[in-house]
């Protein structure tokens, strides 16, 4: 490749080179396409933006900018333009010719398509006076809204790739892993094992025939948690310089090649990461003799094949190997026999994520942020900034990156801006299937490693699902466990059968044919699930139920006793019945699947309760509220 | 014994498949993705070559095929409609949107229509939870799916 830069120095010059030919005050339309944004039809009218550009003749005026996710899902799809930093949100083709006439050829923010804050009315001009932006901490998502994810000189221009530069220029292995190690850096794909101690595991179990391997987990199966995609999808170079920069500290002489196992159902981030390869294989950033130093290291792209499993470290390097991704005991740990029983170094594409801004700010600087002393023991705390993804019945839905040991209070109401439609909160879930449901009075614990497992949880990959009075606790833990039980690879016992014994348990709870009996059933399973697993699949799957039973035990009871379901969610305990707001228009009377409906014209009609089947397309359908369910 | 359904399956494209890849074990997975998405399914004539091609049993080759969800034994359908039961769309009512169009489709989940024209699927989890609860027809995502809107889509589908 004529491009390819073959020093440590050839690199900074022509970031150089970059940073002259760009003119930051020139004007720049930056629209999100993240998975959110372009369901909403970002693409449109990013395509819209590039027409009215090419008719009125802009092309060397302005630049479209189609960027990775911005984060703030619910208001989507997303505009910037720079360099005012005008921020607009739920921007649709037919406001093209405004932004291009009034913002970018005349300066002027357009009010209609600002952020108001529905509790202050107060009107945001830049993405900083918007509360969901105001009260985090983006480092990893920093670039997301600013460089084209396709374009390695995007990258390369706000400094990508320096952190790699300054590591092969001048650290040895050894300096770069105890940086880690005092940055204190924890697994981020929920485990918080200490970064910097795995790698020097790694580094130094012996390997006979010379050969480490380095893996990325870009397998985010928990249901809720996206920030893993829109890492993968937003900044991919970010992720492939942090596992360059691993490769070099744990060492691999003998076959320098690392895998990176994106989940199947992220086509998108396949794209983004196979294309960043090719681009820095090209530039001579990865493949042989990196950057002239006479360092080794590429990387091969493993499609996941759609089995949440495969998260777990050892399911996913046998799914690497071309079996059937089912974990094995880790009597001895993959640092020392991993992938083809040689040493492997698997981490979570967050915490690669987090490596070049480790070597960039220094390991104090970044351990400076969040919870803990972490300069003695790398478990003493829990540093950096973790993503989440807040979803669920909150306000602001979307992808927050704030320091750690931020309270949830914090998380939810400061930047979710509190629950929706006014509805009380419930309880928040984290952790995914693994994680649990902590109440209200949870809300002011610090959200780190430590505390979340303390409380009966765990951070997992950070999805943070909130709950309000309209949720049913019971239904969230049949949920969870009947995901697991169609997930669970079916290797061992307790995993396999347990779960689907708990799951009869739950049914008979949510349908009002279970006893108190029941529950004293489902606990001493769940011990026995939690301790007799084989993987942490298992281990963790009784924690949805736990938690809720520990919390929430008037729910549970409220089933059993009365036959209720407060929230009314479970559909076997409600009760549908007609009011008088109904005007006999027959719509529920057509769409009943049971026809349970009896109704003439214009007269009130009633449901047969013996022939409802309680499925609640009466009470989605009519549109005067006319249905009551208890 | 060859059925008439498997005679129909053209191989020509399996080749170009198998020619992309190395013919290790390693490669199995992601031919057989490649192959689901050429045919829509993994059919067995495919799955016998795919084995005998890189070298290992055929009961590997369906170990594979019947444990990963990303494969289907058997033809789906022309449309395919997802239903998202990821957590956040599970809290804003989407178990409602799979029996609606369970109903409407006369298929349960991960079942085809008799003429192969539209595959219902649930799946766990695409990431869009601020858009919940979502609907995934022909790869188009639509968000804040309601029963009505759940028709016409389905509507707009029929053959």
């Known amino acids: 490749m004529t491009r390819a830069l073959t020093s440590v120095q050839a690199l900074g010059a022509f970031r150089d080179s970059l940073v002259a030919r760009r003119d930051p005050q020139k004007p720049a339309v930056s629209v999100c396409a993240g998975t959110g944004c372009v369901a909403c039809g970002a693409l449109k009218l990013g395509d819209a933006l590039r027409q009215e550009v090419d008719q009125r003749g802009l092309g060397d005026k302005l630049e479209v900018r189609i960027n990775g996710c911005h984060g703030f899902c619910e208001r989507g799809p997303l505009v910037?333009?720079?360099?005012?930093?005008?921020?607009?949100?739920?921007?649709?083709?037919?406001d093209v010719a405004d932004i291009i006439e009034q913002t970018v050829l005349a300066g002027k923010p357009i009010e209609r398509l600002q952020y108001v804050d529905p509790v202050a009315g107060t009107r945001a001009v830049r993405q900083e006076d918007v509360g969901f932006y105001k009260h985090q901490l983006r480092w990893l998502l920093e670039y997301n809204g600013r460089i084209d994810p396709t374009s390695i000189e995007d990258y390369i221009a706000v400094g990508g790739y320096r952190a790699l530069a300054g590591v092969l220029g001048g650290m040895r292995p050894e300096d770069v892993i105890a940086l880690v190690r005092q940055s204190g850096l924890r697994g981020r794909g929920g485990g918080g094992y200490p970064a910097g101690?795995?790698?020097?595991?790694?580094?130094?179990?012996?390997?006979?025939?010379?050969?480490?391997?380095?893996?990325?987990?870009?397998?985010?199966?928990?249901?809720?948690a996206f920030m893993d995609r829109s890492l993968m999808e937003g900044n991919p170079h970010l992720i492939?310089?942090?596992?360059?920069?691993?490769?070099?500290?744990?060492?691999?002489?003998?076959?320098?090649?690392?895998?990176?196992?994106v989940r199947n159902e992220y086509p998108l981030a396949v794209e983004r990461l196979t294309l960043a390869f090719q681009q820095a294989r090209e530039l001579g950033l990865l493949g042989?003799?990196?950057?002239?130093?006479?360092?080794?290291?590429?990387?091969?792209?493993?499609?996941?094949?759609?089995?949440?499993?495969?998260?777990?470290?050892?399911?996913?390097?046998?799914?690497?190997?071309?079996?059937?991704?089912?974990?094995?005991?880790?009597?001895?740990?993959?640092?020392?026999?991993?992938?083809?029983?040689?040493?492997?170094?698997?981490?979570?594409?967050?915490?690669?994520?987090?490596?070049?801004l480790i070597v960039e700010k220094g390991?104090?600087?970044?351990?400076?942020?969040?919870?803990?002393?972490?300069?003695?023991?790398?478990?003493?705390?829990?540093?950096?900034?973790?993503?989440?993804?807040?979803?669920?019945?909150?306000?602001?839905?979307?992808?927050?990156?704030?320091?750690?040991?931020?309270?949830?209070?914090?998380?939810?109401?400061?930047?979710?801006?509190?629950?929706?439609?006014?509805?009380?909160?419930?309880?928040?879930?984290?952790?995914?299937?693994?994680g649990g449901c902590l109440p209200e009075s949870s809300l002011d614990m610090p959200v780190d490693f430590d505390h979340l497992a303390a409380a009966g949880s765990m951070m997992g990959s950070g999805g943070m699902i909130v709950m309000d009075d309209g949720t049913c606790m019971v239904d969230v833990a049949r949920y969870f466990v009947d995901f697991l039980v169609e997930e669970s690879c079916g290797k061992c016992v307790p995993c396999r059968e347990g779960l689907i014994q708990m799951s009869h348990l739950l049914h008979a709870v949510v349908e009002g044919?279970?006893?108190?009996?029941?529950?004293?059933?489902?606990?001493?399973?769940?011990?026995?699930v939690r301790d007799a697993s084989l993987c942490a699949l298992g281990q963790t799957a009784p924690n949805p139920v736990l938690s809720t039973l520990l919390h929430f035990k008037d729910e549970y009871l409220a089933h059993i006793r009365e036959k209720r379901c407060p929230a009314a969610v479970c559909q076997a305990l409600l009760t549908f019945t007609i009011n008088e707001k109904c005007t006999g228009c027959m719509v529920?009377?057509?769409?009943?699947?049971?026809?349970?409906i009896t109704g003439e014209k214009k007269k009130l009609h009633v449901i047969d309760p013996a022939k409802c089947t309680h499925c609640g397309v009466c009470r989605a359908v009519c549109k005067l509220d006319a249905v009551d369910v208890r | 014994?060859?059925?008439?359904?498997?005679?129909?399956?053209?191989?020509?494209?399996?080749?170009?498949?198998?020619?992309?890849?190395?013919?290790?074990?390693?490669?199995?997975?992601?031919?057989?993705?490649?192959?689901?998405?050429?045919?829509?399914?993994?059919?067995?004539?495919?799955?016998?070559?795919?084995?005998?091609?890189?070298?290992?049993?055929?009961?590997?080759?369906?170990?594979?095929?019947?444990?990963?969800?990303?494969?289907?034994?058997?033809?789906?359908?022309?449309?395919?409609?997802?239903?998202?039961?990821?957590?956040?769309?599970?809290?804003?009512?989407?178990?409602?949107?799979?029996?609606?169009?369970?109903?409407?489709?006369?298929?349960?989940?991960?079942?085809?229509?008799?003429?192969?024209?539209?595959?219902?699927?649930?799946?766990?989890?695409?990431?869009?939870?601020?858009?919940?609860?979502?609907?995934?027809?022909?790869?188009d995502y639509h968000g804040n799916m309601t029963l009505a809107g759940l028709d016409k889509l389905l509507k707009g589908v029929k053959p």
């Open chain 1, 288 to 356: 042989r003799n990196i950057l002239g130093t006479g360092f080794d290291f590429d990387i091969r792209l493993n499609r996941g094949g759609g089995a949440f499993v495969c998260g777990e470290s050892t399911a996913l390097m046998a799914s690497i190997e071309g079996f059937a991704g089912q974990p094995r005991a880790k009597y001895v740990h993959t640092v020392e026999r991993g992938l083809d029983n040689k040493p492997t170094n698997l981490n979570n594409v967050e915490t690669w994520a987090n490596v070049p």
């Open chain 1, 240 to 261: 492939l310089e942090g596992m360059i920069i691993g490769a070099y500290a744990i060492g691999s002489p003998g076959n320098p090649v690392g895998y990176i196992y």
């Open chain 2, 1 to 139: 014994m060859t059925t008439t359904a498997q005679l129909a399956v053209d191989l020509a494209p399996l080749e170009r498949i198998l020619a992309a890849h190395s013919r290790e074990q390693r490669s199995l997975i992601m031919i057989l993705q490649d192959v689901q998405q050429e045919y829509r399914y993994l059919p067995r004539p495919a799955l016998e070559r795919v084995a005998d091609a890189v070298g290992v049993s055929r009961s590997h080759v369906f170990q594979l095929a019947t444990f990963y969800r990303a494969f289907s034994l058997k033809p789906r359908g022309k449309h395919i409609c997802t239903v998202c039961l990821g957590t956040a769309c599970h809290v804003r009512g989407a178990p409602r949107l799979v029996e609606h169009a369970e109903r409407k489709a006369g298929i349960k989940a991960s079942e085809t229509t008799a003429d192969l024209n539209l595959t219902l699927e649930t799946v766990n989890c695409v990431g869009a939870c601020a858009l919940g609860p979502l609907v995934i027809l022909d790869g």
């Open chain 1, 363 to 434: 390991a104090a600087a970044y351990a400076a942020v969040g919870t803990g002393d972490v300069s003695k023991d790398p478990w003493g705390g829990s540093t950096g900034t973790k993503i989440f993804a807040l979803v669920g019945k909150v306000n602001n839905t979307g992808l927050v990156e704030v320091p750690m040991g931020r309270t949830l209070r914090q998380i939810i109401f400061d930047i979710g801006g509190g629950i929706r439609d006014g509805r009380k909160f419930k309880a928040v879930q984290t952790g995914g299937p693994s």
């Open chain 1, 513 to 528: 044919r279970a006893t108190e009996a029941t529950l004293t059933q489902l606990e001493s399973l769940s011990e026995v």
């Open chain 1, 197 to 224: 101690v795995k790698w020097a595991q790694c580094r130094n179990a012996p390997a006979a025939d010379g050969v480490r391997y380095i893996i990325g987990n870009g397998d985010e199966g928990d249901p809720g």
């Open chain 1, 588 to 596: 529920c009377f057509k769409e009943c699947p049971a026809k349970a």
């Open chain 1, 80 to 94: 910037v333009c720079h360099p005012q930093g005008y921020f607009y949100q739920r921007v649709q083709p037919a």
